[in-house]
């Protein structure tokens, strides 16, 4: 293991059974926890490992669903309307945008064909061309700077469906100033840059996430009141999405047989360093019989 993937990497996998000295949790010794062992640490880094993968597989068909439902509301007012600041907000940084877009243009050229035909042909783009030559990053930004009433379309789109008459009128606010999906988009932007780059995920803390407008969302209620900043908040949203765009999939039932078989029987670690809730198997995003029915 230490040959293979190498002591650095591996050390942030045995760090949690180091015994903790002071009250900081990052206070911690050189001893290890009585019980402690390789086999467990090398079986905790094989299960995050197994969930990067698992992740990854569902960003995918978040990300492509994402593209083509924003390609479609913008399309709808012509090929080229990514290029007017007109249709977006008047808070959006639409002339960076538009820079990165033509940066992701240029890395595209040489092996591209549909891009290299519409430069050689028309004036521009189509949305639904440079779509799918713009990082998962550039499309979330783009997300957040199109118009509430269009944000809203892409998002129940996805099968968010937020009830606001359930929020507070300071809540309601804050959703129509920025639609809550937004947040949920830069939250799982970072987590596929942890996946790519081969981070830990299973106690990682994120970009933190209000949660109220999304508790609201049928299938969303066990993420935690306030906001969200574990990988149980993202795994949930993501398969609310792929349970909309995917019908009948059983990447939800994946997550939970991953977790029950590989690590809820590790010695000292707990689901909850993943902000899982207690009995979270009986939440319905996570019930077998939904998935076979």
Request: glycine share 8%; proline share 4%.
């Amino acid at each position: 293991m230490l040959s293979h993937v190498g002591y650095y990497r591996l050390s942030g996998y045995w760090y949690p059974y180091r015994i903790q000295r002071g009250e900081k949790p990052t206070s911690r010794g050189d001893e290890f926890q009585a019980g402690a062992s390789l086999e467990e640490v090398t079986a905790l880094y094989e299960f995050d490992r197994k969930l990067r993968t698992l992740v990854h597989d569902g960003l995918e068909r978040v990300e492509v669903a994402l593209r083509s439902h924003i390609s479609d509301v913008l399309g709808s007012h012509g090929p080229l309307a990514h290029e007017l600041p007109s249709n977006f907000r008047p808070q959006f940084n639409h002339r960076d945008w538009i820079q990165i877009t033509k940066s992701r243009i240029s890395r595209s050229v040489r092996h591209n064909t549909a891009i290299r035909h519409h430069l050689n042909t028309y004036s521009g783009i189509p949305i639904w061309v440079l779509m799918e030559v713009l990082d998962f990053s550039d499309v979330s930004k783009l997300f957040d700077g199109m118009v509430a009433r269009e944000q809203q379309v892409v998002a129940e789109g996805l099968g968010f469906r937020a009830d606001l008459e359930k929020l507070s009128k300071n809540q309601r606010h804050k959703a129509f100033k920025r639609h809550p999906l937004a947040a949920w988009l830069e939250q799982i932007t970072v987590i596929r840059n942890a996946c790519a780059h081969h981070a830990r995920l299973w106690n990682t803390t994120f970009i933190p996430v209000g949660t109220a407008a999304a508790r609201t969302v049928p299938g969303l209620g066990s993420l935690p009141q306030g906001q969200s900043e574990r990988l149980y908040g993202s795994l949930l949203m993501m398969g609310l999405i792929l349970r909309t765009v995917s019908p009948g999939t059983g990447w939800p039932l994946k997550v939970r047989d991953l977790v029950d078989h590989s690590f809820e029987g590790l010695t000292f670690r707990t689901t909850s360093e993943m902000g899982f809730p207690k009995d979270w198997q009986q939440e319905s995003m996570w019930q077998r019989v939904l998935l076979e029915s």
